[in-house]
């Protein structure tokens, strides 16, 4: 794709802003929890992730197709929907957005629950390895409700929103107090840079990478045949 329509500075400032207000509310809620005694709970953790990326999706969906993240800009790549310098510019707006909001995070709540940051705490020995196994999984599963929706059905935006909103809130009240449940790296690399790194973040960006990545080109190679 030579001229991309949606590779203009506006869109990488929304998918800053979107990815920012996603890691600002999904990370915040964790933070929250904490600040709150746990009175809030881990609902609260998956309603605050799904609602708010129903709303980014459906609101910035028209503009800049609401990816909020770099592993459905890279579908989205495949796909031929953006160019490779609109994949590379939006991944890096997203990963500077969440940063962004790590720290402002940081800086409102002070240095609390390592910054809402998604950790693997499955009491086993091997923690990190079923944690990443367990990343990979929930994160397919996003990857083929945006396949089944988005480019098989080709459903409406709104439908597209809620059930992405959907599954993540299904996904992060199951799995989020126990292997982190990112689903998405934005998700992850703000919070691990603003709390110093504690531990595990290969797994939120490999997990779901290698997720998104093995779902478009399963679909590509057996569906998607031109």
Known sequence: MKNCKYFKLSNFILEFIGS?????????AVMANVFYNGHIGQLMGGFSSGIILFILIYSLGN????????????MEFRMGYIGFNTMIFYSVFQILGSIAAGYFLKLIFGNIANIGSNLPQ?????????????E?????????????????????????????????????????????????????VGPHFAANFPGGLWIYIFGPMLAYISAIELFKKFVHKK
């Open 136 to 188: 990979f999984i929930l994160s397919f599963l996003l990857a083929a409700v945006i396949i089944i929706i988005a480019y098989m059905q080709k459903g409406s935006l709104i439908v597209l929103s809620l059930c992405c909103g959907l599954v993540v809130c299904v996904e992060v009240i199951v799995f989020g107090a126990i292997t982190g449940a990112a689903m998405n790296p934005v998700r992850a």
């Open 20 to 28: 920012f207000l996603l890691v600002f509310f999904a990370a915040g």
């Open 122 to 134: 499955l009491p086993v020995e091997s923690n990190y390895l079923l944690s990443f196994i367990v």
């Open 63 to 74: 503009y800049s197709r609401g990816h909020v993240n770099p592993a459905v800009s890279y």
